[in-house]
């Protein structure tokens, strides 16, 4: 098993522009989530999704969107990035939802200028 | 919504000295979760405590779960340069949907 894998590693972006982030995870755990990563500031959830078809907005969504077509894959998208999305993001995924293990990819790190 | 802070933000050790982290959430939690991320990686599970006053121990790592369930701690014997990384702890909101993690404590040893 792979477990949760994430791409890219690392990208640089310009100011306006729009990207995807893509997670993958091969455990089939209903539910996923995305998460950035500030110094000081721990880990903030983003986006969550509790199984195919259904997705939510956690602590801080704005100008991110998600879906969450199959059980294995949920991408995040910057709509128009800005250097307040420079960040570390990580995708999780459980086979219990919040109350169980949180399996992290190795996430990717965003700079935008 | 829903907070979860962690004290002390930055600890620096001694190796062999104990290291202490305390998590305080804002409601009651119907389980904490503890990760740890080393420098550069991705948090790992370590715990899990569910029950009031609950006391777990992982080898030199014991985790305590607060009567109120509301707080818990991690505490360290005997650091050693392998327990570098940040600790978090981690709670689910009331309705079960959303975890929040607290904002972690960095533990750096001094060898």
């Known amino acids: 098993n792979a477990g949760v894998t994430q791409t890219p590693k690392f990208q640089v972006l310009k100011t306006g522009q729009s990207m995807t982030l893509q997670c993958a995870q091969d455990?089939?755990?209903?539910?996923m989530s995305w998460y950035r990563q500030d110094p000081g500031m721990g880990l903030r959830l983003i986006h969550y999704s509790v199984g195919a078809g259904i997705t939510d907005q956690g602590e801080v969504p704005n100008g991110y969107n998600v879906s969450r077509s199959t059980t294995e894959d949920f991408p995040l998208r910057l709509l128009s990035a800005a250097p307040s999305q420079t960040s570390v993001y990580f995708c999780a995924s459980s086979a219990g939802g919040p109350l169980n293990e949180q399996y992290f990819g190795p996430g990717t790190r965003l700079t935008v200028t | 919504g829903q907070q979860v802070m962690q004290i002390p933000q930055y600890q620096h050790v001694q190796e062999g000295e104990d290291f202490t982290t305390y998590c305080n959430s804002s409601?009651?939690?119907?389980?904490i979760q503890w990760y740890k991320q080393r420098p550069g990686g991705h948090p790992v599970f370590l715990i899990q405590?569910?029950?009031?006053?609950e006391v777990k121990k992982q080898k030199r790592l014991t985790f305590q779960f607060g009567e109120a369930k509301k707080n818990s701690s991690l505490h360290i014997t005997a650091t050693q340069t392998t327990d570098v990384g940040t600790y978090f702890c981690?709670?689910?909101?009331?309705?079960?949907?959303?975890?929040?993690f607290g904002t972690g404590t960095r533990l750096t040893i001094i060898p």
């Open positions: 409601t009651t939690l119907s389980n």
């Open positions: 405590l569910v029950k009031s006053g």
């Open positions: 981690a709670g689910p909101n009331f309705g079960n949907e959303k975890l929040t």
């Open positions: 455990m089939n755990h209903e539910y």
